[in-house]
């Protein structure tokens, strides 16, 4: 690891650090229920459309405002389209159309296993990241948080499988789209800011080929449901980003990261004061079993390494490598090393 060179003092933000976490929790919370409310008016594929076209005119703002530019080179825009598809276009997709049978709710408590799945594929995909019992142990305990969420030992009656499905499968693709970035786009030269901003407008064009050939446009479009998409778009992955941005580069990407455990909780919350969704007892203790095991497979256990021969790196608040923040563009899924999240 090299050593990184002292942060510069930058000016103090308007709003403390605490503030903006909670707004970005509130933020990422509530993009489950923009969701169900813009499914309601227009096709979960102009939903994904407009939300990835919002987020994108809000970081290409924010670009233009730090006199930023976009990354340089073909192999990095090809890896950031993979990116895309995994970390936005895809699981924004999956989300969309699994809030088609389940509830929003629901769909908030699938989102926090994705750091279940990605424990798993840690197994075989990073050799350097290998499970203590502990982590293993999470992994256990997320799973039959998951089983308790669903009803398992009811047979899973009340649940739409393939919404249920779509949801996990949702999941399941931020954990893989951060592993890759994690591999592939490490040290571009280029800052979060403008790795991100490519990545969710290269996931904008995405949908703009696909959108057409499963949907067409709508005789007329609601208020409500076009709000919803806005602020799914502008809010949870447009200024979310920004927010998040904020906050790892003032306190650490470990911090940061605890935001993940308040998004079902937030999103729960929503659905059952603002679309009447029933929620019986396992829905919550199940979803506190998961975020429980999603926090024991977070968990680092010190290596014990031989006395260095040279000065070691200083101590102190890191910020994030390019790709950690690239694959931060989801942010439905929010979460760190890589975000977010929805």
């Known amino acids: 690891m090299t050593r990184e060179a002292a942060p510069t003092r930058s000016p103090s933000p308007l709003l403390d650090w605490r503030v903006r976490f909670g707004l970005l929790a509130l933020i990422w919370g509530f993009s489950f229920l923009f969701i ?200 949870g992955t447009g200024y979310a980003m920004l927010l998040q941005y904020g906050v790892v580069a003032e306190v650490g990407p470990t911090t940061a990261s605890m935001v993940t455990y308040f998004i079902p909780v937030i999103a729960t919350a929503a659905g059952v004061a603002f679309l009447d969704e029933h929620l019986a007892w396992n829905t919550p203790v199940g979803a506190a079993i998961v975020l429980l095991g999603a926090a024991l497979t977070q968990t680092r256990t010190s290596r014990r390494t031989p006395t260095p021969t040279s000065t070691p790196p200083q101590s102190g608040t890191r910020t994030p490598s390019a790709p950690a923040a690239a694959s931060s563009a989801n942010s439905s899924n929010p979460r760190l090393p890589s975000s977010r999240l929805t």
Request: hydrophobic fraction near 55%; proline fraction near 4%; include cysteine.
């Open 36 to 235: 169900k409310v813009g499914t309601d008016g227009v096709a979960p594929f102009q939903v994904t459309f407009g939300r990835l076209l919002f987020g994108t005119a809000v970081l290409v703002v924010a670009l233009a405002v730090k006199r930023d530019r976009l990354p340089r080179g073909a192999r990095t825009w090809g890896h950031l389209a993979v990116a895309a598809f995994l970390l936005n276009a895809l699981p924004f997709s999956l989300f969309a159309y699994a809030e088609l049978t389940i509830p929003s709710t629901l769909a908030g408590i699938c989102n926090a296993t994705t750091p279940l799945w990605g424990m798993v594929l840690s197994l075989v995909a990073l050799s350097e990241d290998r499970p203590t019992r502990v982590r293993a142990a999470g992994l256990g305990i997320g799973f039959v948080g998951v089983l308790t969420v669903l009803g398992a030992w009811q047979g899973f009656s009340g649940i739409d499988v393939t919404g249920t499905a779509l949801a996990l499968l949702a999941s399941f693709s931020y954990a893989v789209g951060w592993i890759y970035v994690r591999r592939t786009l490490s040290g571009t030269g280029s800052s979060h800011l403008s790795l991100a901003t490519a990545q969710v407008g290269t996931a904008t064009l995405q949908l703009a080929l696909v959108t057409p050939f499963f949907t067409s446009l709508p005789d007329s479009v609601e208020l409500l449901p076009l709000l919803a998409v806005v602020a799914l778009g502008a809010l």
